[in-house]
């Protein structure tokens, strides 16, 4: 079954620090991975995509990894500021039906 | 430039009742989606329409569900008879086209609660 796993549930860090978040999948066949910053009560919004080929992808102080081998991504954020304050959810697209098989989300809380 | 719009943001109902969610993408997007997203689940994919061809409606949960793409712009999602575990937040997004690198642009989502 295509499943894409996000850890930790929830995270709180300080202002300034750095973060990574995880992302498993056993999506198959691989299309390409997402991942999207969603704050509360707003629609998701994309940070990063990459395909089979990329294994690291820039966006400002988020910079995601993708190992297709072992199935795993890593969103990694840098100096974190107050506004990092969101949901980070990870998205697999399998290239047999392009669907996207959305994970639950890591809840990112930065405190000042 | 506007964004993915839906209206209304925010909704309850009496379990029973029909309702209309509406979603306005993106000029010039010729790929919409609808997904629900409940408390504590990820996304899940409802509909997915794609120019003039015909939908993909592989993700609708019952035929209580069903939605339309009129004029290949603006979508209406309508439930039927709602239930208790309907309630969640519809998200809608559109994109220029479906491919490897696709960008979906989402709305702010219809916050439904049904008592």
């Known amino acids: 079954k295509n499943q894409v796993e996000q850890s930790p549930q929830s995270l709180i860090i300080l202002e300034g620090k750095n973060c990574t978040l995880q992302?498993?999948?056993?999506?198959?066949?691989?299309?390409?991975l997402r991942w999207y910053k969603q704050d509360t009560g707003r629609g998701p919004v994309s940070l990063t995509i990459?395909?089979?080929?990329?294994n690291t992808k820039s966006n400002g102080r988020y910079t995601a990894t993708l190992d297709a081998d072992t199935k795993q991504s890593s969103l990694h954020i840098t100096a974190s500021q107050l506004s990092d304050s969101a949901s980070y959810i990870c998205?697999?697209?399998?290239?047999?039906?392009?669907?996207?098989?959305f994970g639950t989300g890591t809840r990112l809380k930065v405190l000042a | 430039g506007a964004g993915v719009s839906q209206s209304p943001s925010n909704k309850v109902t009496e379990k029973g009742k029909d309702v209309e969610l509406r979603c306005d993408p993106i000029?010039?997007?010729?790929?919409l989606y609808w997904y629900r997203q409940s408390l504590g689940q990820g996304l899940e994919f409802l509909i997915y329409?794609?120019?003039?061809?015909?939908?993909?409606k592989s993700g609708l949960p019952s035929d209580r569900f069903s939605a339309e793409r009129t004029g290949g712009s603006v979508s209406t999602l309508t439930i039927q008879r709602t239930q208790q575990e309907d309630s969640a937040v519809y998200l809608c997004?559109?994109?220029?086209?479906?491919?490897?690198?696709?960008?979906?642009?989402f709305g702010p989502g219809t916050r439904l609660l049904v008592l």
């Open positions: 000029s010039g997007h010729t790929a």
């Open positions: 998205v697999v697209s399998d290239s047999g039906t392009y669907k996207y098989i």
């Open positions: 992302c498993n999948y056993t999506v198959s066949p691989f299309s390409n």
């Open positions: 997004a559109s994109s220029f086209e479906r491919g490897i690198r696709e960008t979906q642009y």
């Open positions: 329409f794609q120019g003039n061809s015909a939908p993909d």
């Open positions: 990459m395909t089979f080929s990329e």
